[in-house]
């Protein structure tokens, strides 16, 4: 049974917007920090955004940077990834995982122990 779910991709044109959310039904998720990956093609998996459990520390990778933001909502369980001006290089499957480390200036994929299976966002025109 999935600990984490993500839900929110889709198909989107070039410059457009979408919110990813990540739910659990298993654990509470302001007990964890919550990375966001994605992973395309032929490539290797990427650190996008992740935040510490406290919420006072957010790091986003460059390529997403005053594009991407992440966010919590405590009272709903959930954490979201707003994605805004996409390109269509952001197209990957995109992953949420909760675990309890936190390394900073970066997002470890290793910091994490629970995955969701994805969700698909495309950017195309």
């Known amino acids: 049974q999935l600990q984490v779910v993500e839900s929110g991709g889709g198909l989107v044109q070039p410059g457009g917007s979408l919110t990813l959310s990540c739910a659990s039904s298993r654990f509470t998720l302001a007990n964890h920090g919550i990375g966001w990956f994605r992973q395309a093609p032929g490539k290797e998996r990427e650190g996008v955004s992740c935040i510490d459990t406290r919420g006072h520390n957010i790091h986003y990778a460059d390529s997403v940077k005053g594009r991407f933001a992440i966010s919590r909502d405590n009272v709903k369980n959930m954490v979201y990834l707003q994605m805004n001006s996409l390109k269509p290089e952001d197209t990957a499957v995109y992953y949420c995982?909760?675990?309890?480390?936190?390394?900073?200036?970066?997002?470890?994929?290793?910091?994490?122990?629970?995955w969701g299976q994805g969700t698909q966002v495309t950017v195309s025109s």
């Open positions: 995982a909760a675990g309890n480390w936190w390394t900073p200036g970066t997002c470890r994929s290793d910091n994490y122990d629970y």
